[in-house]
């Protein structure tokens, strides 16, 4: 099965999608690329903050470009370098639609770390996309607030803790499931699902199922995933 079916959204339907969180956001916005061009479809991947580029797509620094790249790729990646060498949006997410079959957004970032909550100024997600999809590692678990957290002070006034407490099943699903958490800034007519990623091990499994339950309660579906998709016959390469 693959990750659009595991998500329960349909590439037909759910054809603009922002991810948001941690804890492996671009790498399921590349598995999900992948399975769509699989099927035949065009797609392109984006940013509406900054993503680092994929060394296997063609880029494209604006629709003029896209376009033109999309007639020879089934893949291609918009955006423009900053400074830094990361990429920028470079042109509105919904034109995208008009050249492609699906558009994938990284809608917000994370620094590197599993798990998170927004700021006030994000996520930055476009009024016209068909789903959210909140992800979170599962190697945040067992892990103290300041040591695993992006922006700990956020996730410290969510959850009501302190920075030495350390993550629990309980506490990811009410950072996903939050309005002050993944759910931020998610509109009535989107669909929203919720990504737990890394559960590379017998545990982490186990914690990602005891959140899927705490998520179920809430009517909100999850799907868990492994880290690396291709070590398990599922590769996110191009």
């Known amino acids: 099965m693959g990750i659009w079916e595991r998500l ?7 054809r603009m999608v922002a991810l948001v969180g941690s804890g492996g956001k671009s790498s399921t916005m590349y598995a999900m690329a992948k399975q769509a061009a699989d099927s035949g479809r065009k797609a392109v991947v984006t940013t509406t903050t900054h993503i680092l580029p994929h060394p296997g797509l063609p880029l494209a620094g604006d629709l003029a470009q896209l376009a ?9 990646t918009l955006g423009a370098y900053d400074s830094r060498g990361k990429l920028t949006g470079a042109g509105d997410p919904g034109a995208c639609l008009e050249l492609a079959d699906v558009v994938l957004i990284e809608a917000d970032g994370a620094k590197l770390r599993p798990l998170k909550a927004p700021a006030d100024h994000e996520p930055v997600i476009p009024p016209s996309c068909h789903a959210v999809i909140a992800s ?12 695993i957290c992006h922006r700990p002070e956020r996730v410290c006034a969510l ?6 407490h350390k993550i629990t099943p309980a506490d990811v699903a009410a950072i996903l499931s939050s309005p002050l958490g993944g759910r931020k800034d998610v509109g009535q ?4 699902r919720c990504l737990l990623n890394k559960a590379d091990d ?3 499994w186990t914690w990602g199922t ?9 009517g909100i579906h999850s799907a868990i995933t492994y880290y690396k998709e291709e070590e398990r016959g599922g590769s996110c390469l191009f």
Request: charged letters at 30%; a negative charge; glycine letters at 8%.
């Open 202 to 204: 017998d545990q982490r």
């Open 136 to 147: 979170a590692g599962l190697d945040s678990l067992g892990k103290p607030v300041e040591e």
């Open 189 to 192: 007519a989107m669909a929203f």
């Open 210 to 218: 005891e959140i899927q339950g705490l998520l179920a309660q809430q």
């Open 8 to 14: 329960d959204l349909d590439p037909a339907v759910h």
């Open 68 to 76: 033109a790249l999309l007639k020879k790729h089934r893949v291609v």
């Open 159 to 164: 959850l009501g803790v302190e920075p030495d």
